[in-house]
């Protein structure tokens, strides 16, 4: 499963993000559908790995700015993994 394995899913939204951009979507939009994915995530479903608690556990205790600022962040950690 895709949420399994740390490497995989940043990946993927790597991809994502890059096929967002390539399709027009601002960095705003961009990170808003990433704040709106985040929470489903936290309401729906359980991490399955270090990574994903680590995230769950601050995504739960983070305001709605901060939300905003930690979905800003794993769009660059995806996207600099893209890039090595």
């Known amino acids: 499963m895709l949420l399994e394995n ?3 899913w ?3 939204l790597g991809q994502q993000v890059e096929e967002a951009k390539e399709h027009g979507m601002s ?3 961009i990170e ?8 489903y995530l936290a309401k ?9 608690r680590v995230l769950s556990d601050l995504w739960g205790v983070a305001d709605s ?4 600022a930690l979905a800003n962040c794993v ?3 995806v996207q ?3 890039v090595q």
């Open 80 to 82: 600099k993994n893209r």
């Open 32 to 39: 808003k559908t990433a704040v709106q994915i985040g929470d």
């Open 10 to 12: 940043t990946s993927f």
């Open 75 to 77: 769009i660059k950690l």
């Open 27 to 29: 960095k705003k939009v």
């Open 44 to 52: 729906n479903v359980d991490p399955k790995n270090e990574q994903e």
């Open 65 to 68: 700015e901060e939300k905003h």
């Open 6 to 8: 740390w490497e995989k």
